[in-house]
Nanobody, 123 residues
Framework: QLQLVESGGGLVQPGGSLRLSCAAS????????VAWFRQAPGKEREGVSC????????NYAGTVKGRFTISRDNAKNTVYLQMNSLKPEDTAVYSC????????????????WGQGTQVTVSS
């Protein structure tokens, strides 16, 4: 059974950077497409980015394109989300999710989820 654990969240000032990690256990993460989602209080869950199992396909939400970069190290069973030029509107709980499917940003396509990590962007 695939289990996912996120880390790397925290408090950062506007314009700062964070790198989130999504570490897997119980199965080879390299067999899965992995996505990052976020949810702010009172808002719907939003797809942020995804990466295919081999890393050849990556997608980004328009709100983060050019600022966030998704990558993976299948040898370490980990997917990363590098977040630069952070804005207050990036504040949310960030969760990673995995599925055997295409790299899409629809949450209903993913059936393995982590618990999430809080990212707060504030001065």
């Amino acid at each position: 059974q695939l289990q996912l654990v996120e880390s790397g969240g925290g408090l950062v000032q506007p314009g700062g950077s964070l790198r989130l990690s999504c570490a897997a256990s119980g199965s080879a993460l390299g067999d899965y497409t992995v996505a990052w989602f976020r949810q702010a209080p009172g808002k719907e869950r939003e797809g942020v980015s995804c990466i295919s199992s081999g890393g050849g396909s990556r997608n980004y939400a328009g709100t983060v394109k050019g600022r966030f970069t998704i990558s993976r190290d299948n040898a370490k069973n980990t997917v990363y989300l590098q977040m630069n030029s952070l804005k207050p509107e990036d504040t949310a709980v960030y969760s990673c999710a995995a599925a055997n499917g295409l790299c899409v940003l629809w949450p209903w396509d993913y059936n393995n989820w982590g618990q999430g990590t809080q990212v707060t962007v504030s001065s």
